[in-house]
């Protein structure tokens, strides 16, 4: 099992940057690939960037590159997401996710049915 908790999330206003956490426990976390995904009202989640815990590979999406990182800090067992010069369309829930398979080598899963794990979520709202 692997448990995720997120925190960071708020009400910024365009342009502003915003770093979110996810601390990450279980046996077997650091073996899965961990990524970041949102979910804007009435849209389906959407993949925004993960990362292998282990090599550290990553993956972003085309709307966020450029503006959003993803890193992690192996000693605190945390995943951050550093999203700056944001936009009102970057408004949505966003969610960590650990992926289902281990190990995975240096592919980066981006389909959210390839994620088992599931943080609660954080509000991240960007006004104009």
């Known amino acids: 099992q692997v448990q995720l908790v997120e925190s960071g999330g708020g009400l910024v206003q365009a342009g502003d940057s915003l770093r979110l956490s996810c601390a990450a426990s279980g046996r077997t976390f650091s073996r899965r690939t961990l990524g970041w995904f949102r979910q804007a009202p009435g849209k389906e989640r959407e993949f925004v960037t993960a990362?292998?815990?282990?090599?550290?590979?990553?993956s972003t999406a085309n709307s966020v590159k450029g503006r959003f990182t993803i890193s992690r800090d192996k000693d605190k067992n945390t995943v951050y997401l550093q999203m700056n010069s944001l936009e009102p369309e970057d408004t949505a829930v966003y969610y960590c996710?650990?992926?289902?398979?281990?190990?995975?080598?240096?592919?980066?899963?981006?389909?959210?049915?390839?994620?088992?794990?599931w943080g609660q979520g954080t509000q991240v709202t960007v006004s104009s």
């Open positions: 990362i292998i815990w282990s090599g550290g590979s990553t």
């Open positions: 996710a650990a992926s289902g398979s281990v190990d995975s080598g240096g592919y980066v899963p981006t389909r959210r049915t390839q994620y088992a794990y």
